[in-house]
């Protein structure tokens, strides 16, 4: 088995989905590069994309067709300028025309070249589509695609992680590995492991530039959700509420910049409540952001990407480990563990349901926090095996197919655990625990495996069914 980079787990992103969003636009964009390795874009005549399974079922909510759209169009989620968004989508419905790859406009009908197909799942996974491009001569090619979680795309030959994949010097496949390698290399963090194997794809100066500027990009999406009022888009009428709460936490104090704000946050008032709701902030503001087609963190995915930014947020403003440092151990062992979910379990809601998002973040920032707070190799897993433990068996049932509703408030709920998780585990022998991070693992996987697929990011049980709000 291969190894997976952290940054691979921890990456920039666009709501508001990893699997439902960001995975279809990278099918769209690999299905360029197919066309344009064997053909060319100026003799393509018409291009068709049929999406089946979850992604149709939650599609409309999730931006899954504009994604698909976007992508096609040779746009990169990276780049475009996400205000700009709903004003491209609108041209190409209004036009029936869209410019492929940004080469050759070609006639593109909402409805018969993109297709959401609620009745049919394609086998492979439960997030699957078909590609296919027609050609001025007959000629026809098409392409089938998975969207597997955490952004990456599958067909049944081919995993985009794999490309990633790398075979590191101390493997670490499972918390068994992270331990043995620490223990052999008589290291005291497992951070400092990583920084070894991590050395595969780059220096370490490097990495932790990587890490600076994950951190970096943190702040400014909390920044900018704290700083937006309003309704999120979708047709649920749900109340943006991170500005809200960061102005009565800050009173009349009143800043200009990111740098001013984040000081007022370090020097509030750090009362259980005050801190407990400045965490709920940060969360929700990401979240909010992520609804609304911002750029965030993916971490490991776009429906859970409030957690770690969150956690990451409150360790800088309210414990004494404020570092640069401790900013990249912390990001380092985040992903770590998250590789760990991703080999053995799954990151996928439409596979696992949300404890693979919510529970699988949780775990990352339960350990990334454990790690700059002191905590050996043994309570840094620990602490995610803890978090993840209470979150087992959570369903993923999006109400009307946007994350929104229990989305964003299942952050706040995830970035506590993982606080309090640590705080367990630091105070704990995990020599002596009955469940080990491995063992918390397997669980899930199981759990998966046997959760009905109506709780499987499908729209079709729990809170989308109670609530009964059709698709938007």
């Known amino acids: 088995m291969e190894s997976i980079s952290v940054f691979e787990i921890i990456k920039v992103g666009i709501?508001?989905?990893?699997?439902?969003?960001?995975?279809?636009?990278?099918?769209?964009?690999?299905?360029?590069k197919k066309i344009r390795a064997d053909y060319q874009i100026r003799d393509v005549k018409e291009v068709f994309v049929e999406f089946f399974g979850s992604l149709a079922k939650t599609g409309i909510g999730h931006g899954t067709d504009i994604a698909g759209m976007l992508g096609l169009s040779g746009e990169n989620f990276k780049t475009i300028d996400t205000t700009k968004i709903e004003e491209k989508i609108e041209k190409i419905k209004s036009s029936n025309e869209l410019n492929l790859g940004g080469?050759?406009?070609?006639p593109f009908v909402y409805g018969k070249h993109l297709i959401l197909n609620k009745s049919k799942s394609l086998n492979f996974h439960p997030n699957g589509m078909i590609f296919k491009a027609v050609f001025d001569d007959g000629h026809e090619i098409s392409q089938d695609y998975y969207s597997v979680g955490g952004g990456f795309i599958a067909t049944q030959n081919e995993n985009s992680m794999e490309k990633h994949?790398?075979?590191t010097l101390y493997p670490c496949h499972n918390g068994a590995d992270v331990l043995r390698n620490t223990e052999k290399l008589g290291l005291d963090k497992i951070s400092d492991l990583i920084f070894l194997n991590e050395e595969s794809w780059r220096t370490r100066e490097e990495t932790e530039a990587e890490a600076l500027y994950i951190w970096d990009q943190i702040k400014e999406c909390v920044y900018k959700g704290i700083n937006k009022d309003g309704i999120l888009p979708g047709g649920l009428n749900?109340?943006?509420r991170a500005a809200g709460l960061n102005?009565?936490?800050?009173?009349?104090?009143?800043y200009e910049n990111l740098d001013q704000w984040f000081q007022l946050v370090v020097d509030a008032e750090e009362s259980f409540t005050n801190i407990n709701k400045w965490v709920s902030t940060f969360a929700l503001a990401v979240n909010e952001e992520n609804a609304s087609f911002g750029r965030i963190i993916t971490a490991p995915t776009n429906g859970a990407s409030g957690v770690i930014p969150a956690v990451l947020m409150y360790s800088q403003a309210f414990t004494e480990f404020q570092s640069e440092d401790d900013i990249i151990r912390f990001i380092l062992v985040a992903g770590e563990i998250g590789t760990l979910f991703k080999k053995n379990a799954t990151i996928s809601a439409a596979m696992g349901g949300c404890q693979a998002e919510i529970g699988v973040s949780s775990a990352m920032a339960a350990a990334g926090l454990t790690e700059i707070m002191g905590g050996t190799p043994g309570q840094v897993l620990m602490a995610a095996e803890i978090a993840m433990e209470h979150h087992l068996g959570m369903t993923c049932d999006p109400i009307a197919g946007l994350v929104q509703i229990?989305?964003?408030?299942?952050?706040?709920?995830g970035a506590m655990k993982a606080i309090t998780a640590a705080n367990i585990a630091l105070e704990s022998d995990p020599t002596k625990a009955r469940v080990s991070l491995d063992q918390v693992i397997q669980s899930m996987w199981e759990t998966a495996q046997s959760m009905s697929d109506r709780f499987k990011e499908t729209s079709e049980g729990g809170l989308a069914i109670a609530v009964n709000v059709p698709e938007c």
């Open 15 to 32: 709501g508001p989905s990893s699997s439902h969003t960001m995975g279809p636009w990278n099918a769209a964009e690999n299905f360029l």
């Open 103 to 106: 080469e050759k406009i070609i």
């Open 165 to 167: 994949c790398i075979r």
């Open 238 to 240: 749900v109340t943006r």
């Open 247 to 254: 102005r009565k936490l800050l009173g009349d104090k009143v």
């Open 406 to 413: 229990p989305c964003i408030e299942r952050n706040s709920m």
